[in-house]
C-alpha cells in the first residue's frame, strides 16, 4: 500500500511550519505504508492542483494532508471539510478570499474518508495527545481537505483521503505570548507514524466515542 503523505510550507510570517519539519522525519516505508511526500504551497489558487498532480503521478491507495494549527496543544484529524474559502490573513500568494466556495457546484461539505478515531486512538497510545475535531477552519488547510475528498469522490473511487493538523513546533510556540502549546519535530513525526499505521490497520473507523458539545 502506498500513502501520499503532503505538509506546507510556513506561512503568516512564520519561518517554519510544524507539518512540514515533522513530515521530514517520518521515514519512507511505516509498516507496510510506503510513504510518498510531497510539500504543498499555502496558496488558494495552486494548492489544490499541485495536490491533484501529485495523486496523478503517485497514484495512493490513501491520502493524508498535514497542516500546522497554531494553539492546538493535540493532533487533530479532521472529521469534515467545508465548501468556504474565508481568509482572516492572506495567503503566500497575497490572495485573501472572503465566504468564496472551494468548488463552485461542489456539496457543502465532505466527511473524511480515514478512519479518524482509530487514528486518535492510535496516537493517544503511543503518548501523543490527539482528538477527533469537527472543524479544519475555512483557510488553505480546509480547502485543500475539500479538493482532496472532492477529487477523490469524482475521479478516484476507493481511495481514502482525509487531513490532521499538528500542534506548533516548541521554538515557533515559545515566540508567542502568552506561549502557544508545542511539541518537538520527532514527537509530532511519531505521531504521524501512528496515525499511518491506524490507516493501513483500519479499512474501517472504529466505534468510538468523539463526540463534543461545542
Ligand atoms: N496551516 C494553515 C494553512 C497551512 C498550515 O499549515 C491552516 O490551518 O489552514
Given amino acids: 500500500m502506498t500513502i501520499l503523505l503532503t505538509a506546507f510550507e510556513p506561512f503568516g510570517g512564520e519561518a517554519q511550519n510544524a507539518s ?4 521530514r522525519l517520518v521515514p519512507d516505508m511505516v509498516g507496510e505504508m510506503r510513504v510518498v511526500k510531497r510539500m504543498l504551497p499555502v496558496a488558494f489558487g495552486t494548492s489544490a492542483a499541485l495536490l491533484r498532480q ?12 498535514l497542516g500546522q494549527a497554531a494553539g492546538r496543544a493535540e493532533f487533530t484529524p479532521e472529521r469534515v471539510a467545508i465548501n468556504i474559502d474565508d481568509a482572516r490573513i492572506p495567503d503566500n500568494a497575497g490572495d485573501q478570499p472572503m465566504d468564496r466556495p472551494v468548488v463552485a457546484s461542489g456539496p457543502p461539505a465532505y466527511f473524511s474518508t480515514l478512519p479518524v478515531k482509530a487514528m486518535a486512538a492510535a496516537m493517544d497510545a503511543v503518548g501523543v495527545p490527539a482528538s477527533v475535531s469537527n472543524t479544519a477552519g475555512t483557510y488553505v488547510c480546509n480547502h485543500v481537505m475539500y479538493s482532496l475528498l472532492h477529487e477523490l469522490a469524482t475521479a478516484y473511487p476507493g ?6 493538523h499538528v500542534p506548533m513546533l516548541a521554538e515557533q510556540a515559545e515566540a508567542y505570548h502568552p506561549p502557544l502549546p508545542g511539541m518537538s519535530a520527532e514527537e509530532i513525526a511519531r505521531g504521524i507514524r501512528a496515525a499511518i499505521v491506524a490507516i493501513a490497520e483500519n479499512r474501517r473507523d472504529i466505534a468510538a466515542s468523539a463526540g463534543r458539545e461545542h
Fill in 20 to 23: 512540514l519539519e515533522a513530515m
Fill in 54 to 65: 501529485a495523486i496523478e503521478q503517485v497514484r495512493p491507495d490513501a491520502v493524508l494532508c
Fill in 159 to 164: 481511495v481514502r483521503g482525509g487531513f490532521m
